[in-house]
């Protein structure tokens, strides 16, 4: 197929003219060369008979005609002559009223005439005719001017611009060849475009579709659990009258399984408790009740939470609070709430004789273990802040399991036969808390080493 056929089709949406096609820079510079060799004018002009190069020949006779009346129609028409003659089938000799000559030359691609070299003014011969000169300009004048012309034959003046024309062709061939390319290109740049621009639009909708889809999930699971709330409340608390025995005697198996009825029945109301609390998290900012608060008795208060089901695990607990820390502005409840997810995640995860410690103190400035943490999060300008630490010496979590864990419903054994309880709600709960005080939490852990969760949180002492 031609460059011309491939580039009126699928790429072009008009054909390309010469001033598409050639550098208009590089190419006078040529064409200037070509006009002080031969010392005629050239001029090249588009197929929609536009000018695209002009360079002027020597002498002053056609500047001097156009001052005198009747000059300049007389010229117009002559350029007319030359822009309309018809070079389909070859060059023409188009001849001035000065006796000058201009030769015109089909410059062609693929067959095409896509415009036309004139080669002139030039003089054919001493005795070349003068006819219908404008009043004002005698014979004498044209011949005196005529002189400053260039005098050559027509076979030459043709043989020379036949030259140029085909060097102009070479050119335009080069350009076609760039423009082919880089429409190309284009083309297909544009069509790559258009794909992402699909798929982008694809995506949106997906998107769109599924935060639908969650807040339908949060909004299900929200009124499910609201609805599952009261008749368990209701089945905690006749257990427990009937194990107080309000309802006549029970015996000591009766009373075993009242009990397991109630074990079961509070962890169950625990998970409703944190499927609502996610599900208000995700539909709204978390609203905070700020109050003055002291830090290291919210550690205490959640590690008191858990001493029980400690000790029941066999499971050694300590915690330790620093001397002197003052009060900071928090809310004390959410705080509370995440150190006990975490602490509970720490109890859950550490068998037997194992051991958990919980530290609460405050960092003054970042030159501690946690300075390149610290500074990523808060900034390199030291600012005091809370940090919490639950270190326990549990089964841990791999390396590659350590950023999925805050997800909603994530476990890393999310099996159906796992030995654990939970919905993978604790962390992401807690992340949510601790971030809107303006904190962080922080994991560090191996499996079988045992793993450190630390909260670090802004110390603000006033609003
Ligand atoms: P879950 O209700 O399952 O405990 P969480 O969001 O609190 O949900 O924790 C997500 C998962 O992270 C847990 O299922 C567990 O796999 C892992 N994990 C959290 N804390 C610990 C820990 N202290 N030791 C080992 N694994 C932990």
């Known amino acids: 197929m031609s460059a011309g056929g491939i580039l009126s089709g699928a790429f072009m949406h008009r054909e390309p003219g010469l001033k598409d096609l050639l550098d208009p820079m590089e190419f006078r510079e040529l064409c200037e060369s070509f006009a002080s060799h031969f010392k005629v004018g050239l001029r090249i002009i588009d197929s929609d008979k536009s000018s695209v190069i002009h360079i002027q020949g020597p002498g002053e006779l056609c500047r001097k005609i156009k001052e005198v009346s009747g000059g300049i129609e007389r010229c117009t028409r002559i350029v007319e002559l030359i822009k ?19 030769q015109v030359f089909p410059i062609r691609y693929d ?14 011969d001493e005795s070349a005719e003068i006819s219908d000169l404008p009043p004002g300009m005698p014979e004498t004048e044209i011949l005196e001017n005529r002189t400053s012309i260039t005098m050559m034959s027509d076979d030459d003046a043709y043989e020379s611009s036949e030259m140029i024309a085909k060097v102009v062709e070479a050119a335009v061939f080069g350009g076609y060849k760039v423009m082919v390319t880089s429409s190309i290109h284009v083309e297909s740049l544009s069509e790559s475009y258009k794909r992402l621009q699909e798929k982008n639009r694809e995506l949106e909708k ?36 009937l194990l107080e025995g309000l309802a006549g005697g029970i015996n000591e ?26 599900a208000k998290i995700e539909s709204s900012a978390v609203q905070l009740e700020l109050t003055p608060s002291d830090p290291g008795a919210i550690l205490e208060n959640a590690v008191d939470t858990l001493r029980p089901q400690a000790r029941k695990a066999g499971i050694h607990l300590v915690s330790k609070t620093q001397i002197g820390m003052p009060k900071i502005l928090v809310d004390s409840d959410k705080l509370r ?32 273990s946690l300075k390149t ?50 919905v993978g709600l604790g962390l992401s709960i807690a992340r949510a808390l601790v971030e809107a005080h303006g904190g962080r939490i922080l994991v560090k852990s191996a499996t079988g080493r045992g793993s450190q969760f630390t909260v670090l949180v802004p110390a603000k002492v006033e609003v």
């Open 373 to 422: 943490e610290a500074e990523q999060i808060f900034g390199a300008e030291p600012r005091p802040m809370i940090r919490y630490t639950v270190l326990d010496s549990g089964i841990g979590i791999s390396r590659d399991q350590l950023d999925r864990i805050f997800l909603s419903f994530y476990q890393v054994d999310g099996s159906a036969t796992r030995g654990y309880g939970g």
């Open 84 to 102: 309309q003659v018809e070079i389909e089938d070859g060059a023409q000799v188009v001849g001035c009223f000065t006796g000058c000559n201009y």
């Open 206 to 241: 997906m998107n769109l579709k599924l935060k639908e889809l969650d807040l339908l999930k949060s909004n299900f699971l929200a009124t499910i659990s609201h609805e599952l709330k009261t008749p368990l409340t209701s089945i905690i608390g006749y257990s427990e009258m």
């Open 253 to 278: 198996e009766q009373g075993t399984y009242l009990s397991t009825i109630m074990t079961k029945s509070e962890e169950l109301l625990k998970l409703i408790g944190n499927i609502l609390e996610m």
């Open 111 to 124: 067959d095409r005439v896509l415009g036309r070299l004139v080669f002139g003014p030039y003089v054919p």
């Open 337 to 368: 709430q995440a150190l006990v997810n975490i602490l509970s995640n720490a109890v859950k995860f550490t068998g037997n004789d194992g051991r958990i410690i919980a530290l609460a103190d405050l960092i003054e400035d970042h030159s501690i």
